[in-house]
């Protein structure tokens, strides 16, 4: 199936529910000029209790439903679906580049060249081991610590992002890493780069490196992008548009401590017409401008 895109087509990007804003506000910071479609799956948020299989699925409905805008590259914005599905969109794919937070985590945190390295993130996140395996496969002498922080998802939701119950639930958290000898933090969840103030604040330590994965994914996107001839050179800023597949209104007044601002428009999109595979053809590039 043919998709005619140039630099100026849209960048996908999508999560199971409002935390990958995160990874759209650092795309938007670092790439300002590029247009952004967002899908949170907030009818069937969460995906850590779900199956691989399924998760795969709502993964690839979603991307169908981004490549049938026209986009240039997709980032899936959810460590779930990172660790699950992104074999599976790229094939479906085709040529246009999908990109993920876990990849793009594990490469900042090689890249920072410390030794010792934590990680926190969901039950689901920490319980694949994604992270972990994807740091050892690339550095074996790595030393990979893991923890699973679950309750600062509902924390960042609830706006409490530096409060006595947010301070005290970090310390319970974090104070193994106090004394591991961890000098690199990965924030495996797109909502923990909220509390990045607040965690550095608590270990007090300047040597120890906060890799924040939605800037890594952003970071990731703008070379991606430029390898590939596909930035957008217009002057004009870029534009915001979220779907979601529930209750736009709990988007919307979740959606501004995310981003640092209301987002430009929000819609509603039941996914039914993306289920199928259309045949198990691959999307194509047809057209791709200088």
């Known amino acids: 199936m043919n998709i005619r895109i140039s630099q100026y087509s849209p960048i996908g990007i999508f999560d199971s529910g409002i935390g990958g804003l995160t990874v759209a506000k650092a795309v938007m910071d670092a790439l300002p000029n590029e247009d952004i479609i967002y899908f949170g799956d907030s009818a069937r948020v969460p995906y850590g209790i779900k199956s691989q299989e399924t998760v795969r699925n709502y993964s690839n409905q979603i991307a169908r439903f981004l490549l049938f805008r026209g986009v240039k590259m997709i980032i899936i914005a959810c460590n779930t679906a990172s660790a699950a599905a992104h074999d599976s969109v790229q094939a479906l794919a085709g040529d246009i580049p999908v990109i993920n937070v876990i990849e793009s985590g594990t490469k900042a945190a090689l890249r920072s060249g410390k030794k010792e390295i934590g990680v926190i993130g969901t039950l689901a996140t920490i319980g694949s081991g994604a992270y972990e395996k994807a740091l050892k496969e690339a550095d074996q002498s790595l030393t990979v610590k893991s923890k699973a922080c679950p309750l600062l998802v509902p924390l960042a939701e609830e706006g409490w992002l530096d409060n006595e119950v947010t301070r005290q639930t970090i310390e319970i958290y974090l104070e193994p890493f106090k004394s591991n000898g961890v000098e690199a933090l990965i924030l495996g969840c797109t909502h923990y780069p909220l509390f990045k103030q607040v965690i550095q604040d608590y270990f007090n330590d300047k040597k120890l490196e906060l890799i924040d994965s939605a800037e890594s994914v952003a970071e990731s996107a703008k070379k991606r992008l430029a390898k590939l001839h596909l930035l957008n050179t217009a002057f004009s800023k870029g534009t915001l548009t979220c779907y979601v597949s529930d209750r736009p209104q709990r988007f919307n007044e979740l959606a501004e401590q995310f ?25 194509k590039v047809a057209e791709t401008a200088e």
């Not at 209301?262 to 199928?276: C, I, M, N, Q």
Request: charge should be negative.
């Open 259 to 283: 981003l640092g601002r209301e987002p430009e428009s929000v819609h509603v999109e039941s996914l039914r017409d993306f289920e199928d595979d259309f045949g198990g053809k691959m999307f």
